[in-house]
């Protein structure tokens, strides 16, 4: 057992290094939109693009598809319960964005050819929104 251990403890430690170890596509994005998030409320800008890039290779088709902050019954005030999903090899979905961005609305794009997928933030008073998806 001792001799096991000491043979993969070096490889798992070294997996955990890697940056997208146990990540998936859906929250790779929510990490790209946190940091734009961060990026657009530490500046004086009102807009700010997210590039984001699958874990995926480049000619993966995808779609992403992120819910609304708020249901259609649901007050102006409530907790917010966006959900997000990217598809492809690396696929999955998560709400980890809703700590830091608004979605007033369904957003969605098919990228049947693969490549990047722009998001807008808007910085409206203390609130940064997913306003675009393209």
């Known amino acids: 057992m001792n001799a ?7 490889a798992l430690l070294a997996l955990a290094g890697c940056g997208t170890f146990l990540e ?5 994005l929510a990490y790209a939109l946190e940091k734009g998030a961060s ?3 530490g500046s004086s800008e ?13 000619g993966q088709s ?3 598809e992120l819910a609304p902050s708020l ?15 990217v598809s ?11 700590r830091f961005v608004f979605v007033p609305e369904r ?15 808007r910085k409206q008073g203390d609130r940064i929104s997913v306003v675009e998806i393209r």
Do not use: C, F, M
């Not at 096991?4 to 070096?10: A, E, F, G, K």
């Open 4 to 10: 096991l251990l000491r043979l993969t403890l070096p």
């Open 24 to 28: 998936d596509n859906g929250t790779h």
């Open 39 to 41: 990026q657009l409320r």
């Open 46 to 58: 009102s807009e700010l693009v997210v590039h984001y890039q699958t874990l995926d290779s480049v």
């Open 62 to 64: 995808y779609y992403v």
């Open 71 to 85: 249901g259609p019954t649901q007050p102006a005030g409530g907790r917010w319960s966006s959900y997000l999903v």
């Open 88 to 98: 492809g090899k690396t696929s999955g979905g998560t709400s980890y964005h809703n």
């Open 107 to 121: 957003l969605y794009i098919d990228k049947p050819q693969g490549g990047s997928t722009d998001l807008v933030l």
